[in-house]
Antibody, heavy 119, light 109 residues
């Protein structure tokens, strides 16, 4: 079955960096686009970034553009999110999600990893 | 950027009743690019509907989606106790960002 397991979250000071990982299994990883979506405590969902199946096409929300970098390693079935210049507004549960083939819609989600930005 | 506005913010209904949730977009886009998700407390979102009206794998047929252009609707024909949750629409329009609506909380009356 499809599984996505995020890791790498934690407490970090403002201005510092963090790298999230998402280990995937149960499907042909290299065939699917992948998303990061976040949810601040008690708030709604915010789409963060997407990478294409081959990592050649990437897009970001304006709120993270220039600070976050999405990438993937198809040999390791792993998705990454490098987060630099973190601010308290980046505090959230970060989900990775698989994009459906041909539609990009996120059909399977991990359980999330919590990032807290605080001094 | 396409802004999605969901209404109502909270919907109070009883099991067995019909629920109608709305998602309105700031500009028109293809219905092919509209999805609905359900999220229960402490859980990840679950895809319910994609392409505005296609049910995802394993989703009961009491869930249905409709709409086009700027107005989309999620209907739950007869509410079951497990349907009380928060529902989000999301658009995957012609280009990113792929914005979400702010959510509709469906609560037991």
């Amino acid at each position: 079955q499809v599984q996505l397991v995020e890791s790498g979250g934690g407490v970090v000071q403002p201005g510092r960096s963090l790298r999230l990982s998402c280990a995937a299994s149960g499907f042909i990883f290299r065939s699917h686009s992948l998303h990061w979506v976040r949810q601040a405590p008690g708030k709604g969902l915010e789409w963060v970034a997407i990478t294409s199946y081959d990592d050649n096409d990437k897009s970001y929300a304006d709120s993270v553009k220039g600070r976050f970098t999405i990438s993937r390693d198809n040999s390791r079935n792993t998705l990454y999110l490098q987060m630099n210049g973190l601010t308290p507004e980046d505090t959230a549960l970060y989900y990775c999600a698989r994009g459906m083939m041909a539609t990009l819609m996120a059909d399977y989600w991990g359980q999330g990893t919590l990032v807290t930005v605080s001094s | 950027e396409i802004v999605l506005t969901q209404s109502p913010g909270t919907l109070s209904l009883s099991p067995g009743e019909r629920a109608t949730l709305s998602c309105r977009a700031s500009q028109s886009f293809s219905r092919f690019y509209l999805a609905w998700y359900q999220q229960k407390p402490g859980q990840a979102p679950r895809l319910l509907i994609y392409g505005a009206s296609s049910r995802a794998t394993g989703i009961p047929d009491r869930f249905s989606g409709s709409g086009s252009g700027t107005d989309f609707t999620l209907t739950i024909s007869r509410l079951e106790p497990e349907d009380f949750a928060v529902y989000y629409c999301q658009q995957y329009g012609s280009s990113p960002p792929y914005t979400f609506g702010q959510g509709t909380k469906l609560e037991i009356k």
